[in-house]
Structure formats: structure tokens, C-alpha cells
């Protein structure tokens, strides 16, 4: 058991979160980080989605990684990665319809998150399956990490709420501040805004972490 | 004269390396600098001396602003006055303008220098003069009724986003100050479009006189208006391209005056501050397009004169003092022309043709400030080629 949390493999889960996360640092995955921020609640949906795709296609590719003729080996990736979406949007629309609404053909898109393949490409094809694993849990709580703060930040000035799942929409401005003239950043509910988001903290983290920054 | 020297002298030995105060030596200099010539001498090398640098060149650009910001503050008092149906006197519209315009020029200068200082501290630079043209500029291209805490998170983003990131004064891609309007328009919305907000007191309805319309004149063709049917005011009032021309018609507090920008950028090119190949290509840029849509016209928005796209909105002051500037245009005296032929075309081709912007030189501008790089990019290219050429026949 000691060995399995040993360092080195706790190191695959803690670096993904902060100087090697798959958003900021191997800025990879960045298309859904501004498709589904705009609320609280799909963003950790996707986030938990991403994590659990990323977790057990590293592990399958990583048990198929000696049989793999490499050749073929991102089409075996692409069939894998499929068929974990493809569950994932069947247990959403069965369990929480009203955001896989919301998260429509984010889903979907699952497949293409760069990070997915990126991870697979990087790690699954060369490390055993658990290690395989924790680097899947690492780099997906990496991912949901960003996610969660562009969500929050976005969904407080942009719509004034925050949404959580199970807890529905929370209203944290109060309608006093309305009455006194403020009014909802409607930027912040656009892309772009999600852009500058996501630049702002990679603006900070490398500012804290000079070692990130590139020559 | 002589006191502000003696103040200042007092100060110094606090400010300087070693003193308690050092931390704030960048807000020194900067003040210091503004009231006297500086002292730093060169010491090595052949330099050109000229009693010009940044801070007077900025100066030169607010000075030109003043006849539009003066005029500007006269017209927002005009329009209220209208539009409550009262009758004033020239220091009576002046001053209600300047009653309504002056915080938001206080609000931009407190907030845009305040972020300035604190990263020419954190970065160990100088106070950069850079933001005394975008701190006059924001107020005059920004509805008369903008709250002033929407003017302010404008230029904190402006400034942050538009300037800093990409390394302060000098370094930006974005014009700032339309930075701060985009992010005005696409941030309020509400705020910033439709046909109550460009004059005072009219989004709050009281005492305002049945029947008058604030409404813009691109506002009025985008809903399908033709030339004879634009109305200053009052259903009865025509509005003339003479009037759009004076600018005595609702819209942002500075660039309704056609005439008081052509002013303040007869100045700018006398002291050869602003370019003359980005103004005059912006303006047959956008006569240039107002003509085709003249040629090929299938409604009234695109029968008018092509004349009025330069009178009409904010084509004037951004051709004047926004396309000009020297940061975000092309560099490449060729390049200059392409680029101020393609913010005209462009402005009046949002304008005409996209009914949710009715109002298409701040994209215009934004979206050619994008592409300046490349223009000149091709430029130069060209001119090697060309010079290769010629090197080999």
C-alpha cells in the first residue's frame, strides 16, 4: 500500500493541480474550458465527466500498451476514449438530464478534448496502470480545478448566482446592489471573457512561479 | 513656479535610493517631470536633443481633444435642455455639460493613473505618461449618462487587459481607450445602445417633453429610416447633414462635433503628432464604401450620401484621434494608407450591413488594429522584394 501512494506517484496527482496543470502550463483542453464555464454546476458536471474518461482510458490504454501495434495506436485511443463518452452521456441523461442539456454536445466533445489524447499519448503509453491511473485522477482534477474558478468567476459577475448541483441557483448579489444601479457584466457570459479568464491566471501563477516562464 | 520646485526639492532626499520613501520614487519622478523639464542627462554617444518626448507629444494630443471636449460639454447641456423643453442660455447648457462630464474625466484619470502607478511600482519602471491621451479619451466616446462605476471597471480592464499585460505604454496591440468602449458596449449593453442614453436625464423619463427622441441617427436609419426622415428632437425637426456636421445631435459627449474634431486634427497634423495618411485614408475609406453602397443600394440605409458616414456617430473622432494612433497603427507609410483604407470600408460596411452594431468604427479600428502588424509585415516584404529586384537587373 505505501508503495502505491509512495512520492513519486503522489507527485501525479499534486503536480497536474498546480505547475504542471493540463490547462495553464500544458495549455491543452482550453475549448471546453470556455464552452462550459458559464455556470458553476456544468463546469464541476464536465469536470467530474473529464476526470472520469481521463482516469480509465489511461488505465485501459495502459493495460493494452505492450499489445498495441503503435502504428494504429491513436485510433485504438479514439475507440476507447469513445466508448467511455459514450457511457458517460448515457449515465448523465439518465441522472442529471437537465445538465447534460446544458452541457449538450460538450459531451460529445469529450473526445476531442486535447487533453485526453495528450495525457494518453504522454503517459498511459509508457507507465503501468495505476500510475496510469493517479496521472488520469491528477491531470482531470488539474482540469476541474481551472474550470471551477473561471466557472465562479464568470457565474458571480456575469449572472450574479452561483449554481451547484444538488444545491440549484444561488443568488449572491443582492438585489439591493441592482436597485442602487449595478448591473451583471454581460461579458463575462461570453467566451472571450472566459479567454481572458483563463489568461489572467496563467498570468498569476507564472508571475508566482518564475520557473514557468518560457525563454 | 518656484514653490512647487521648493516642495518637491524637500521631498527628493526621502525618494531617493536609501530614502524611506523609496517605494514611491516612480510617482515622484512622474510628478516631478510633469511640472519641469527632466534633468536625466545621456552621458555616452551622439544623441539629438529636442524638447519633445512622450509627455509632450501626449500633451499635444489633449490639447487637440479640447475643442471636441468643450463643445461636447456645451451639447450635453443643449440636449437635455431640448429634451425637458426649456430654454437656456450658452453658460447654462455649458455648465449642466460640464456638471455631467467632469466626473467621468476625474473617475477615468483617477482610476487609469492609479493602475498605472502601482505596476510602473511593482515592475521598477517609471510612470509612464501613456494614459493622459486614453484617460481624456474614454469620457468623450462614452454615453453622457454612463454610470461612473461602469467607467471605472472600463478602464481597470482597459488599462490591465488593453495595456499592462501586453507591457504598458507602447507595447499594446489594442487601442486602450476603445478597449474600455468595447468592453462598455459588450459588457452593459443596456447602457450603451438604444435611443435613450445619449442624452441626459432621458433614461430616467422625468420632465422630459412628449414626444422627443434621443434617438441617434444611425439608430434611426438602422430601424429603417431614410435620409428625409431623420429627426433631431421632434417629429418636426428634419436633421440635416449640416447638423450632424456641427453636432448639435445626440450621442457620445465628444464625437458628435464633425467640425470640432476636424479642430483638434488640424492642430495634430500642424505639430505633425498624428499621421495624415491614416486620416485622410480613413475618410476615403469610408466614402469609398458609402459609394459602392450608393451604387448598389437596395434600402434606404444604403441610399444615403456617402458624406453623411463621415459627418454621422463616431467615424470623425476615431478617424482623427483613434486610428492615428501611433502605437496600434501600422508603422510603414504604405502600410498606413491600406490600413486607414480598410478601417473606412470596413466601419461603414458594419454600419450598413449589420443591423445589431449600428455603430461601426470602434470595431473597425479594433479589428484593424489586429491586422496592422501584418500589413506592414507584407509591406516590407515587398519593398525587399521590389529592392531585390532591382539589385539583380
Not at chain 2, 500642424?270 to 437596395?298: P, Q
Request: charge should be neutral.
Amino acid at each position: 500500500m505505501s508503495e502505491m501512494f509512495s512520492k513519486k506517484n503522489l507527485k501525479l496527482i499534486t503536480n497536474p493541480l498546480g505547475e504542471d496543470n493540463p490547462i495553464t502550463v500544458q495549455v491543452l483542453g482550453i475549448c471546453s474550458a470556455l464552452a462550459v464555464t458559464v455556470k458553476v454546476e456544468p463546469a464541476i458536471v464536465m469536470a467530474i465527466s473529464v476526470t472520469a474518461v481521463l482516469a480509465f482510458a489511461n488505465v485501459i490504454i495502459s493495460l493494452l500498451r505492450n499489445t498495441i501495434p503503435s502504428r494504429i495506436r491513436i485510433i485504438v485511443q479514439l475507440v476507447v476514449i469513445a466508448a467511455l463518452v459514450i457511457l458517460v452521456d448515457q449515465i448523465l441523461k439518465a441522472y442529471a438530464y437537465d445538465v447534460s442539456k446544458q452541457l449538450s454536445v460538450f459531451v460529445g466533445l469529450i473526445i476531442t478534448n486535447c487533453i485526453l489524447m495528450g495525457r494518453l499519448e504522454a503517459f498511459a503509453l509508457g507507465n503501468k496502470p495505476w500510475p496510469s491511473f493517479l496521472d488520469g485522477i491528477g491531470n482531470g482534477s488539474g482540469y476541474a480545478l481551472i474550470l471551477v474558478i473561471v466557472a465562479v468567476t464568470r457565474e458571480i459577475f456575469g449572472s450574479g448566482s452561483i449554481t451547484l448541483p444538488g444545491f440549484g441557483e444561488m443568488k449572491l448579489i443582492p438585489q439591493a446592489f441592482y436597485d442602487m444601479g449595478y448591473s451583471n457584466n454581460g461579458l463575462m457570459i461570453l467566451p472571450p471573457m472566459a479567454l481572458i479568464v483563463v489568461g489572467i491566471i496563467i498570468w498569476v501563477q507564472r508571475a508566482r512561479n518564475k520557473e514557468l516562464i518560457e525563454s | 513656479m518656484k514653490a512647487i520646485r521648493k516642495i518637491l526639492d524637500n521631498i527628493k532626499p526621502h525618494v531617493q535610493k536609501g530614502g524611506k520613501l523609496h517605494k514611491f520614487h516612480s510617482f515622484y519622478d512622474a510628478v516631478e517631470t510633469l511640472f519641469f523639464v527632466p534633468d536625466h542627462v545621456t552621458t555616452k554617444g551622439a544623441h539629438i536633443r529636442d524638447a519633445i518626448d512622450l509627455k509632450r507629444n501626449m500633451f499635444m494630443v489633449v490639447i487637440a481633444l479640447i475643442p471636441a471636449l468643450l463643445f461636447g460639454m456645451w451639447n450635453v447641456g443643449y440636449q437635455h435642455y431640448m429634451a425637458t423643453g426649456q430654454e437656456g442660455t450658452l453658460i447654462e447648457y455649458f455648465l449642466h455639460g460640464l456638471l455631467k462630464v467632469l466626473p467621468i474625466i476625474i473617475v477615468s484619470y483617477v482610476v487609469g493613473l492609479g493602475i498605472e502607478i502601482v505596476f510602473a511600482q511593482m515592475r521598477g519602471h517609471e510612470v509612464n505618461e501613456g494614459y493622459f491621451v486614453t484617460g481624456m479619451l474614454i469620457p468623450l466616446i462614452v454615453p453622457v449618462d454612463t454610470p461612473l462605476w461602469m467607467v471605472a471597471v472600463a478602464v481597470v480592464f482597459a488599462v490591465i487587459i488593453g495595456k499592462e499585460v501586453f507591457g504598458g505604454t507602447g507595447m499594446n496591440i489594442f487601442n486602450p481607450a476603445l478597449v474600455a468602449r468595447a468592453f462598455l458596449f459588450f459588457a452593459y449593453p443596456s447602457q450603451m445602445s438604444g435611443d435613450k442614453i445619449w442624452v441626459n436625464g432621458l433614461t430616467e423619463g422625468q420632465g422630459i417633453v412628449d414626444g422627443f427622441s434621443g434617438a441617434t441617427p444611425m439608430a434611426q436609419l438602422t430601424a429603417g429610416a431614410s435620409q428625409n426622415d431623420l429627426i433631431l428632437g421632434f417629429k418636426n425637426h428634419a436633421m440635416s447633414a449640416y447638423d450632424m456636421f456641427m453636432g448639435w445631435i445626440p450621442g457620445s459627449i465628444g464625437e458628435t462635433s464633425t467640425l470640432a474634431i476636424i479642430l483638434g486634427g488640424a492642430f495634430l497634423l500642424y505639430t505633425g503628432v498624428a499621421s495624415w495618411r491614416v486620416m485622410l485614408s480613413v475618410f476615403a475609406g469610408g466614402m469609398i464604401m458609402g459609394l459602392i453602397f450608393n451604387a448598389f443600394a437596395v434600402n434606404a440605409y444604403m441610399e444615403i450620401p456617402a458624406y453623411y458616414h463621415l459627418v454621422m456617430g463616431g467615424f470623425a473622432f476615431g478617424a482623427v484621434f483613434m486610428a492615428t494612433d501611433p502605437v496600434t497603427a501600422s508603422q510603414t507609410n504604405t502600410g498606413k494608407i491600406i490600413y486607414g483604407l480598410l478601417i473606412g470600408i470596413v466601419a461603414v460596411l458594419i454600419r450598413v450591413l449589420n443591423p445589431a452594431y449600428p455603430e461601426g468604427m470602434m470595431l473597425a479600428i479594433l479589428f484593424m488594429n489586429t491586422f496592422a502588424p501584418l500589413i506592414d509585415y507584407y509591406v516590407v516584404g515587398a519593398n525587399i522584394k521590389k529592392r531585390l529586384k532591382r539589385a539583380k537587373a
